[in-house]
């Protein structure tokens, strides 16, 4: 069985004795130290797997001491206990490196939290140490995306709260999610949620969750995105698009810990990392007074900024054959590969829609093109171009106008759904003249045969 060690760093006898009963109870072996200097001396003799220091020392601040450590023994995950309420301080800490923070007078439950989730911290570096500790998610071989992989892989040692900024379709929610795979809470759940896709009446609910009869329509109690997330880690993308009141309410949970579920008296506490995320300029948002500073100054504790796909395109090359290979299996067809002049192509390209736009842009080249190949005529990129297998071209014999147009019928329609319709009925028509012979139907289309593929598998058809 392992044993681990925490060191305690206090100068008060009494809150040492309190912080060594607690982790002896834990089966964990204590080291006590009353300052700095003799803290930096049994860090270096023994290689603790956990250091709590308190903030105001003898002879320097926890903060010199998390600074040590981050310099001398990075390994060590170390925790600050602060003075109750002065998140200035907390926040301080976690900046310097610090793992997480306590604050005083020291809550046992909250403090056994913030140990276990420490130990696990230090079980998982020391079973990577040796090996390549990237989950695979972040594909590329360009220096900023080995940068970005290095950040990642720091931060999910951390607590702190981390604001990932980027342009749409960057690749936030898959930093986000790096980040939870890395750190000690990666056995726990990870939630995203789009702050901008929740209706405003609706958002303390899902957030907070409610107590059933609380309001028409709560028929059933609700947990809400917070407690879902217990133990794990809890993903806000375009946090920009919270409303100021519930920015409020938010900025309370994340700085007590705890939630208010709807029609309930009283708070349940919480155990979550916050990360959250925007394409928005969250600084321009504060001075014209759209964002809550102290909202802002809590959620971006440490900031990461992930790279456009415009600055790495010497990663265009793996992420596309990793795409094709994807939508190969998803529509079990072989996949296909990229001539030069595709990749080429590609390379020039700006992408502002960035990796979700290559995804899009590879989908539609593979449903078209004819052979195995997709050559740089087959992309379509910033030329305008509309393809052959537009829905609003294939049109079902007796359902086009004289004009060979497709009918738009009368008041509102839902233009999706309509044009979705006409393919689907389209497609039908071809595979009954065709006796259900799918290359026949395809050329009956004036489609690929793995166009037609793609659609039957899209429009659930197989």
Known sequence: MTTHTALIVDDEPDIRDLLEI????????????????????????????????????????????????Q??????????????????????????????????????????????????????????????????????????????????????????????????GSGKELVARMIHLQGPRRDGPFIAVNCG?????????????????????????KDGLFRSANGGTL????????????????????????VRPVGDTKEVPVDIRVLSATHKNLPDLVQEGIFRQDLFYRINVIELA???????????SLLARHILERIGKEYECEPASLTQGAIGRLKQYDFPGNVRELENVLERAFT????????????????????????????????????????????????????????RQAIEKALEATRWNKTAAAKRLGISFRALRYRLKKLGME
């Not at 519930?246 to 900025?251: A, D, F, S, Y």
């Open 22 to 69: 607690t982790l002896s109870r834990m089966g964990i072996t204590t080291l006590t130290a009353p300052d700095i200097t003799c803290a930096k001396k049994l860090l270096g003799e023994h290689k603790p797997q956990l250091c709590l220091t308190d903030m105001n020392l003898p002879d320097g601040n926890g903060i010199e001491l998390v600074q040590w450590i």
């Open 197 to 221: 896709a929740i209706p405003s009446e609706l958002m303390e609910s899902e957030f907070f969750g409610h107590k059933k009869g609380s309001f028409t329509g709560a028929v059933e109690n």
């Open 306 to 316: 992930v790279p456009p796909l415009r600055e790495r395109p010497d990663d265009i």
């Open 368 to 423: 078209l093109c004819d052979a195995d190949q997709i050559d740089a005529g087959d992309l379509h990129l910033g030329n305008g171009v509309q393809t052959a297998s537009s829905p609003t071209q294939v049109i079902a014999e007796g359902e086009a106008n004289d004009d060979g147009t497709a009918p738009v019928p009368d008041g509102e329609i839902d233009l999706e759904n309509y044009l979705e319709n006409i393919e």
């Open 71 to 168: 310099q001398n023994t990075p390994c060590t995950p170390v925790a600050v206990i602060t003075a109750y309420g002065n998140m200035d301080t907390a926040i301080e800490s976690l900046k310097a490196g610090a793992f997480d923070f306590v604050s005083k007078p020291v809550e046992l439950p909250r403090l056994r939290e913030l140990v276990n989730s420490a130990l696990r911290l230090s079980e998982a570096e020391a079973n990577t140490q040796d090996t390549d500790d990237e989950p695979g998610l972040l594909l590329g071989k360009s220096t900023e995306i080995q940068k970005l992989r290095s950040q990642t892989r720091k931060l999910a040692r951390s607590q702190a709260p981390v604001f990932i900024s980027g342009e749409s």
């Open 235 to 258: 993903f806000l993308d375009e946090v920009a698009d919270l409303p100021l009141a519930m920015q409020v309410k938010l900025l309370r949970a994340i700085q007590e810990k705890a």
